[in-house]
């Protein structure tokens, strides 16, 4: 006897999602939470704070500005992929997800470039709070770029197999990948005024 939850397509009545997107929803509702918490707790240190200093005086605006388009890019590419499934292009959805890799990749390149360099000033997450908020928000931000970059990485290489196994529930594993992508884009979107140019 199966005891595993059988996978479904379709959509429940209840909620018009199918249950891997009410998954990826409920997911993406505990990593609101956790940023939550870390946008709140840095909110709190700058309020409470004698003296703050201005990230773009610290930071490297323009390096954060590149990795923001770089981003925004990787999320067109992310969604054009999920479209090219649903117009039965698989080999433009691989094209396109290897795009969203490599983005996703040059993003993690150059953030740890800009880790390095402030390593090398002695610009440390002990050196003042700020820096102790930019490393903790940046760098949990990073590892979770780091696993949807896993979670593609994946789908590019076991996806023609499933693909024509089961072409439609491979395109809602795309779909809630997606998801996770965008919102990990949306993040970035805010950390990068917050940090970089307040």
Do not use: C, Q
Request: net charge positive; no cysteine.
């Amino acid at each position: 006897m199966n005891s595993g939850i059988p996978y479904s397509v379709e959509t429940r009545p209840d909620t018009g999602l199918h249950n891997a997107k009410l998954g990826v929803w409920l997911f993406l509702a505990s990593e609101v939470m956790l940023f939550g918490a870390l946008f709140s707790s840095y909110a709190l240190l700058r309020v409470g704070a004698e003296a703050w200093p201005r990230g773009a005086d610290i930071l490297n605006v323009p390096l954060g500005a590149v990795n923001t388009i770089i981003l925004i890019a990787s999320s067109i590419t992310m969604v054009r992929s999920w479209t090219s499934l649903l117009r039965n292009d698989f080999k433009n959805f691989r094209l396109l997800l290897s795009a969203t890799e490599v983005l996703g990749i040059i993003f993690l390149v150059l953030k740890f470039t800009e880790y390095k360099i402030k390593f090398e000033h002695g610009l440390f997450p002990s050196s003042s709070t700020f820096l102790a908020m930019y490393f903790t928000l940046t760098g949990i931000h990073a590892l979770h770029l780091f696993g949807g970059i896993v979670v593609n990485a994946y789908h590019l290489v076991s996806g023609k197999r499933l693909w024509k196994a089961s072409p439609e529930r491979f395109v809602h594993r795309i779909e809630v990948s997606g998801l996770y992508w965008h919102f990990v884009d949306l993040i970035w979107i805010i950390l990068f005024p917050l940090l970089y140019l307040t």
